[in-house]
């Protein structure tokens, strides 16, 4: 492992940070989850108010950190939890938008992988594939947990885009069409690519904030609420 505290989390000592952390994009989401959900949480992290916290699940040792938006972002922090902190496992939380009609708001998405044109992996490690799988063992607890919570899930490959205003906004069609993606977010392809390349497990849940077929969209505040669905799984199967 390499030396801490790292450049973007302030941790001076192991153990610290619990073996699995969820992810949100937003550092104030973080900080909704850990004192909604979490038993004593303790925060660690302050750099750039990236905040992180470790608390207690039902007894069992949990960390949530936000990860920022877009790759660079969650590749910088997950690559330095795992590498860095012995992280074995991060579950990102995160919103995305719909490709299909099929998918509604709020719905709850599993990736079962990724598609994405960035040149995020090729730069980081010579990876040249454009889709990187989650970790398989990972998504089948998610899968038993949101069974047992009875919460319906949609497991499929998502688009981990660079750009969120693309000018030629119809070109989603292409990508959905010819790449198998139903729904688009920003972060996934770059936390995959370090889990691979570092022998770790990453998994990506998701809630439909919005569609690109129908226009719709959710507000700030109707996410935080319908969110919590995504966290009592991510929980229930760390
Ligand atoms: N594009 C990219 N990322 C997203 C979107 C979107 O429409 N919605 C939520 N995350």
Redesign the pocket.
């Known amino acids: 492992m390499n030396s801490i505290p790292t450049p973007h989390i302030e941790v001076k000592e192991q153990g610290v940070i619990a073996e699995t952390v969820l992810m949100p994009g937003d550092p104030l989401r973080a900080k909704f989850i850990a004192e909604t959900f979490l038993e004593n949480p303790v925060k660690f992290n302050n750099v750039r108010n990236m905040f992180g916290y470790t608390g207690t699940y039902k007894g069992k040792k949990i960390s949530v950190m936000g990860s920022g938006m877009g790759m660079p972002s969650i590749g910088i922090y997950s690559y330095e939890l795992y590498n860095s902190y012995g992280v074995q496992n991060i579950i990102r939380i995160?919103?995305?938008?719909a490709y299909t009609d099929q998918l509604d708001l709020y719905d709850v998405i599993l990736a079962s992988d990724c598609w994405s044109e960035s040149s995020y992996a090729k730069v980081q490690s010579g990876y040249d594939k454009d889709v990187i799988e989650a970790t398989a063992e990972l998504n089948e607890r998610i899968i038993k947990a949101a069974a047992e919570l009875e919460i319906p899930l949609k497991e499929g490959r998502i688009h981990s885009?660079d750009v969120?205003y693309r000018e030629k906004f119809e070109e989603f069609e292409g990508i959905r069409d010819e790449h198998g993606c139903m729904a688009?977010?920003?972060e996934s392809f770059a936390l995959f690519a370090n889990a691979k390349i570092l022998g770790k497990n990453a998994a990506c849940l998701l809630t439909v904030?919005?569609s690109?077929v129908s226009g719709e969209a959710t507000t700030s505040e109707e996410r935080q609420l319908a969110f919590t669905k995504m966290m009592e799984i991510a929980l229930e199967m760390a």
């Open positions: 995160g919103s995305c938008g885009s969120f688009v977010e920003m904030s919005d690109l």
